[in-house]
């Protein structure tokens, strides 16, 4: 079945740098669109990035991008979030998701367990 | 962007009980809205997509309706385990946007 798992997180402070990692398996990833959505502790859920399948196409939202970089490695099965310049207002539970759906419009189906990352001096 | 709001942000209900969240984008997204179920400390899964199909394994008891603008998740007979805070998003075009989420208690 499909099993998608976070690694990475943990106490960062603001300014520093941190790369999550997600593992992909029981699914043919180089198919699929993946997303980062996170969750900040007591608050609802933010989309972050996604990328298509092959990696051309990639998007942000607003409050992440120039400093979080996504991107994935269809060999090895794993999707990845460069977080750079990190605030405290990015500390949140980083789920990795995977899209399904049609070229054009798809939804999140699946979601790893989530990595926390703190951000805190 | 897109605004998305999604009513009431909480809500209790007796077992039994028929329940509805609304969730309304700032402008037409078609049918390209799905519905998500936290439960306390979980992760978020997937009950609908395409504003009205459910997702395999959900129980009917769960529905979805709208286009447009206005969509409505409905839980037709509220059960202890339906306790949880419930998501609408967007996927017509990023950003790919949550609504502010509906917790559901039981009364």
């Known amino acids: 079945q499909v099993q998608l798992v976070e690694s990475g997180g943990g106490l960062v402070k603001p300014g520093g740098s941190l790369r999550l990692s997600c593992a992909a398996s029981?699914?043919?990833?180089?198919?699929?669109?993946m997303s980062w959505i996170r969750q900040a502790p007591g608050k609802g859920l933010e989309w972050v990035s996604y990328?298509?399948?092959?990696?051309?196409?990639?998007y942000y939202a607003d409050s992440v991008e120039g400093r979080f970089t996504i991107s994935r490695d269809n060999v090895k099965n794993s999707l990845y979030l460069q977080m750079d310049s990190l605030r405290v207002e990015d500390t949140a539970v980083y789920y990795c998701?995977?899209?399904?759906?049609?070229?054009?419009?798809?939804?999140?189906?699946?979601w790893g367990q989530g990595t926390l990352v703190t951000v805190s001096s | 962007d897109i605004q998305m709001t999604q009513s009431p942000s909480s809500l209790s209900a007796s077992v039994g009980d028929r329940v509805t969240i609304t969730c309304r984008t700032s402008r037409g997204i078609s049918n390209y809205l799905a519905w998500y179920q936290q439960e306390p400390g979980k992760v978020p899964k997937l009950l609908i997509y395409a504003a009205s199909t459910l997702q395999s394994g959900v129980p009917s008891r769960f529905s979805g309706s709208g286009s447009g603008t206005d969509f409505t998740l409905t839980i037709s007979s509220l059960q202890p385990e339906d306790v949880a805070t419930y998501y609408c998003q967007k996927y017509d075009s990023a950003p790919r946007t949550f609504g502010q989420g509906t917790k559901v208690e039981i009364k």
């Open positions: 998701a995977r899209g399904f759906g049609s070229l054009w419009h798809w939804w999140e189906d699946s």
């Open positions: 029981g699914f043919s990833f180089s198919d699929y669109y």
């Open positions: 990328i298509t399948s092959s990696g051309t196409t990639i």
